[in-house]
């Protein structure tokens, strides 16, 4: 009997697993993919739960891979759900519950799809699904650890689809093909402290501060590029920590985050901002620091054998023909693409993370033949 992707999803939506609790998500998919044969293994890492499974031969080269997370977002206030955030019930052809849409229904579906598949028509290869709860926190021991894990154990995929949220309106309308990298900088400027009344015997960070951070706004990062829209530069705060009206502050404080396309890398962007800052500290005699963190590096999976096929199975089960885009925040998929070609499709994404998340559920087992399309195809080829 093939297995149902809307019962799984209720399952898995009543397992309380905000980040970075497992809430028995992944002891509930261990069991059921071990019931159709896949070797399951935890690949836990400083308190984070993961879940590696794969069915076929280890190190086959015709070895098809899924990464999803099962861990979620706080409720926020439970006060304002008119139904149960973890109570995965039903209303309108909706089912409610934090992580219905991001992104348990995704995991749901391509569990049911690659279980199918091994169970009723077994494969000439291998298929894998790498499972994190660490998507939503800090993400440095979910994937990454599945992925260094895999790398110590001789375990690879030769092509991966992260099924993540992707299509903004319907069902099959985009897929992402990459993403761009995200940069954040912390400046901190410091001056003299004083009084306002004698500014002669002070030096006002404040007005530095904001000279750097008006050449870093204004500056046009590129143009875009075959894939990606233009880089951008956000300035998300500028702040003295002074109540006073009378006190020149000792400091001043602005964080900035790029996101940037494939004519960037990091290292690039980040030498560039330190250069803006040294000739601001040069033009006003304000001394200036710059810490940095980087999300991830901008990748292209280009059009060919991995976009094709997961775009022309879209297309066959929906009659849509997805966009190829680059757009949306960061993903797992940066870290993915260091292993191996990565793709991302998924549910309709409007309502992930709010108040009242929500699926429409005939969009998941429409999901899974569209995963299970997939995997057909890849394994005909």
């Given at each position: 009997m093939p297995t149902d992707p809307v019962a799984l999803t209720r399952r898995l939506v009543r397992c309380p697993s905000v980040t970075p609790e497992e809430g028995g998500a992944l002891e509930l998919l261990a069991g059921e993919l071990a019931a159709a044969g896949f070797a399951c293994?935890?690949?836990?890492?400083?308190?984070?739960?993961?879940?590696?499974?794969?069915?076929?031969?280890?190190?086959?080269?015709?070895t098809f891979g899924f990464n999803g997370h099962t861990?979620?977002?706080?409720?926020?206030?439970?006060?304002?759900?008119?139904?149960?955030?973890?109570?995965?019930?039903?209303?309108g052809g909706w089912l409610y519950g934090r992580g219905a849409t991001d992104m348990k229904s995704?995991?749901?579906?391509?569990?049911?799809?690659?279980?199918?598949?091994?169970?009723?028509?077994?494969?000439?290869?291998?298929?894998?699904l790498a499972i994190t709860g660490d998507e939503e926190g800090p993400a440095k021991d979910g994937t990454v650890a599945l992925l260094d894990w895999m790398a110590a154990e001789?375990?690879?995929?030769?092509?991966?689809?992260?099924?993540?949220p992707t299509c903004p309106e319907t069902l099959?309308?985009?897929?992402?093909?990459?993403?761009?990298?995200?940069?954040?900088?912390?400046?901190?400027?410091?001056?003299?402290?004083g009084h306002v009344a004698y500014p002669h015997k002070t030096a006002n960070p404040v007005p530095a501060m904001a000279k750097l951070v008006d050449r870093l706004s204004s500056a046009v990062l590129d143009a875009g590029s075959d894939h990606f829209d233009p880089s951008t530069l956000a300035v998300t705060t500028f702040d003295t920590g002074n109540p006073a009206t009378n006190v020149v502050p000792a400091s001043c404080r602005?964080?900035?985050?790029?996101?940037?396309?494939?004519?960037?890398?990091?290292?690039?962007?980040?030498?560039?901002?330190?250069?803006e800052m040294g000739q601001v500290a040069e033009e006003?005699?304000?001394?200036?620091?710059?810490?940095?963190?980087?999300?991830?590096?901008?990748?292209?999976?280009?059009?060919?054998?991995?976009?094709?096929?997961?775009?022309?199975?879209?297309?066959?089960?929906?009659?849509?023909?997805?966009?190829?885009?680059?757009?949306?925040?960061t993903s797992d998929a940066r870290f993915v693409k260091d292993h191996c070609p990565v793709v991302e499709f998924g549910l309709v994404g409007h309502r992930m993370h709010q108040v009242d998340e929500r699926v429409e559920i005939a969009q998941i087992p429409q999901l899974k033949a569209i995963y299970s399309r997939i995997l057909t195809e890849y394994f005909a080829q």
């Open positions: 293994t935890r690949v836990d890492r400083n308190g984070t739960a993961n879940l590696f499974a794969r069915w076929g031969a280890k190190g086959h080269p015709r861990d979620v977002v706080p409720v926020g206030d439970a006060a304002a759900w008119t139904m149960d955030p973890f109570g995965a019930e039903e209303a995704g995991v749901a579906a391509f569990a049911a799809a690659a279980i199918d598949l091994v169970t009723q028509a077994p494969p000439d290869g291998a298929v894998i001789g375990e690879a995929m030769a092509a991966c689809l992260v099924g993540e099959g309308d985009m897929m992402k093909i990459g993403r761009r990298g995200s940069v954040s900088a912390f400046f901190t400027a410091s001056g003299i402290q602005a964080t900035v985050n790029i996101r940037f396309n494939d004519l960037h890398d990091s290292a690039g962007l980040v030498a560039w901002m330190a250069q006003t005699g304000i001394g200036f620091d710059m810490t940095t963190a980087v999300s991830g590096e901008s990748f292209l999976t280009p059009p060919g054998p991995l976009v094709d096929l997961v775009a022309q199975a879209v297309t066959a089960e929906t009659g849509v023909t997805p966009e190829l885009s680059t757009s949306g925040g």
